[in-house]
């Protein structure tokens, strides 16, 4: 119980300490950091990493560690864009191409690690790289016969606000609902917690990873959906250059899983989203390039949320 306490006072000050550094750079920066228009911007730039963080919170709670899924964001983003911009199939095409497309990969990618009976973080990267050369030859093909990979132009207003905070709203309702109050969660919490224990208890665990697998993958869908109106295109990559694409992600899972004894999971999600993305608009305003010192950030942050998330366990987290 003390130990308990002891960790609730721990995360209780991780809390304080990030407002800490939001009113002390705010000061630094004469106000320009918590204006409406800059926090408008922080949140905006945070709803895809807020979408793929409950994605990512469905799959790994049940111990599967999807390296897969930034590949996955990008071939369904692209593939939302080409239903609604090419096949004319507009808002529908765009939420069926991108949903669809990305619980169809997750299923396959856990099927595989569960059929094959290896670890979950090999048949990631796996299939990272096989949806990686899909979409790359996809890209090829089209250069071949004189076009490109879809671009969305007329299907963008899930990518401008106030679109993106009502969708946001609705993912967290979601999101809470589903991971908080339904068998489905409370069994991913028990699997998460001893997956023998669990299967003891009587929960059938390879149902409830296929559940928490279908809707992870929709809630990737979503997040590639976000991305794809917010950016316009998104380009084929290769060798594992995907990877980069959940950094924010993976950093706001890790966070908000340190916070979780006295936040929920999906409300940590987007404070923690929210607080990530804003360490890197304060690196913008200090004046950091965006490319490899804002990475080399970005690095470090991915390490102490890690170590956070999993502080006083005495397992290594496989």
């Known amino acids: 119980m003390a130990g308990s306490k002891k960790k609730i006072k721990a995360q209780i000050l991780l809390l304080c300490a990030f407002l800490a550094v939001f009113l002390i750079c705010n000061l630094i920066f004469k106000g320009k950091l918590l204006t409406p228009d800059n926090m408008k911007t922080i949140v905006s730039h945070a709803i895809f990493p807020i979408f793929t963080a409950w994605g990512m919170s469905f799959i790994f709670t ?163 959906l976000v991305q794809i109106s917010f950016s316009g295109k998104l380009l084929s990559t290769s060798g594992l250059g995907s990877l980069n694409t959940i950094f924010k992600a993976l950093a706001t899972v890790l966070l908000a899983e340190s916070i979780q004894n006295i936040v929920p999971t999906p409300i940590g999600i987007v404070f923690s989203g929210i607080a990530i993305t804003g360490m890197f608009n304060i690196l913008t305003l200090f004046g950091v390039p965006s490319g490899t010192w804002q990475q080399f950030t970005l690095g470090i942050v991915v390490v102490i949320c890690g170590i956070l998330s999993h502080l006083k366990e005495k397992e290594v987290v496989k």
């Not at 090999?122 to 996809?138: D, F, M, T």
């Not at 991971?179 to 929960?203: Q, R």
């Not at 559940?211 to 929709?218: P, R």
Request: glycine share 12%; hydrophobic share 55%.
């Open 62 to 224: 049940t111990g599967i560690i999807d390296l897969s899924i930034g590949a996955n964001i990008l071939l369904s983003a692209n593939i939302g864009a080409y239903c609604a911009e090419t096949l004319k199939m507009g808002y529908i095409g765009l939420f069926l191409g991108t949903i669809v497309t990305s619980v169809i990969i997750e299923h396959l990618c856990v099927r595989c690690s569960q059929t094959l009976r290896i670890p979950a973080w090999i048949s990631g990267i796996g299939a990272a790289l096989i949806v990686e050369a899909i979409l790359s030859q996809w890209a090829t093909v089209l250069t071949g016969m004189g076009g490109k990979l879809p671009i969305l132009k007329n299907y963008k207003m899930f990518g401008r606000m106030p679109a993106m905070a009502v969708l946001m709203l609705a993912g967290l309702a979601a999101a809470y609902f589903l991971f908080e109050k339904t068998k489905v969660g409370i069994n991913l919490h028990a699997i998460g917690g001893n997956s023998s224990v669990a299967e003891v208890m009587g929960i059938n665990t390879k149902r409830t990873i296929f559940i928490s697998t279908m809707i992870g993958g929709i809630f990737i869908g979503l997040a590639a």
